[in-house]
């Protein structure tokens, strides 16, 4: 079933769901048929495909006192403006074309209607009708650097690994996963996670300082000769290539101590191929919610 209805919309305006990085609001104004406005809608909507992909609202206000909140419903007219004419738009005023995108149409009453614009995250970077690039910024559609724009055009060189985490609870571990969200599968991957010294019962391999320590966690593999000798024996380690939308099992870390106290915080390193490292960090408390 479609998720993006009525009752979505309203969820997002009684809950105060806050714009961000991959959320961005727009009110009935933002379409019109005027080169300046057309050109708008190709920032936004290529910025979305530059950064991190996300979901455009063409139909709701924002409160004009507290920005980037949503306000009210602000439909727009369904015959001035349909859904075709706004494909229309994104397909020939972004170059290249986005692949991937959706649009889905939530009727408010007969003549009026939202639309909800879903953008991936491209592996390529896409130029507006301006002929510049752009990022989404502190809520915002910005321009982009060129280092930012030749890190996008990697995209398509690299694999792009991102980590999973899930909670065992019957035996208290956290298995870690890397994720290839690229198209480029990934040969050499290498983690580093830092975790408070305190939440830690296995897999130490670096104390960083009395109240920090440090996990490895690679894409290697050992596989037994003969799982049917009474001594196991073992083929050498090797990597195991994580293919394009696949998963790879990382490590799984027991943990004690509450390791769900608010102030315990995850930090990792990665490291794969050709890539430019990347990092990244959670509070463990936040696990629970995903």
């Known amino acids: ?12 305006i ?16 933002a379409l019109a048929k005027q080169n300046d406005k057309t050109t708008e809608i190709s920032k936004d909507v290529s910025a979305m495909a530059n950064s991190d992909g996300g979901i455009l609202i063409y139909g709701i206000r924002e409160d004009e006192n507290n920005r980037h909140l949503p306000k009210e419903i ?39 209607v939202v639309y909800v614009v ?61 994720s290839n969200q690229g198209i480029v599968f990934a040969k050499y991957l290498n983690i580093k996670i830092r975790l408070p010294k305190k939440i830690v019962k296995s897999h130490i391999d670096k104390i960083i300082d009395q109240n920090t320590v440090e996990i490895f966690a690679t894409n290697t593999i050992r596989e037994i000769v003969n799982p049917y000798a009474n001594v196991a024996t073992y083929w050498p380690t090797r990597y195991e290539p994580i293919l394009p939308q696949t998963k790879f099992n990382l490590i799984k870390i027991s943990l004690h101590n509450y390791p769900f106290d608010h102030e315990n915080v995850m930090e990792w390193d990665i490291f794969c191929d050709n890539a430019p490292p990347t990092n990244g960090s ?6 629970l919610n995903k």
């Open 1 to 12: 079933m479609n998720k993006y209805n009525f009752e979505y919309l309203q969820n997002l």
């Open 14 to 29: 009684e809950n105060q769901i806050e714009e961000s990085l991959h959320l961005d609001y727009k009110a009935s104004g």
């Open 74 to 112: 602000d439909s727009i007219k369904r015959k001035d403006f349909p859904k075709e004419w706004l494909e229309q738009i994104i397909q020939e005023k972004i170059q290249p074309r986005i692949d991937g995108i959706k649009i889905y149409s939530i009727s408010i009453d007969i003549e009026n």
């Open 118 to 178: 879903q953008i991936p995250k491209s592996n390529t970077a896409h130029q507006a009708a301006d002929k510049k690039y752009y990022k989404r910024f502190n809520f915002l559609s910005t321009a982009m650097y060129d280092y930012e724009i030749r890190d996008i055009f990697n995209r398509a060189k690299n694999p792009q690994i991102e980590l999973e985490f899930k909670y065992v609870h019957k035996n208290d571990e956290l298995l870690i996963i890397a």
């Open 282 to 287: 959670i509070r463990l408390a936040d696990l």
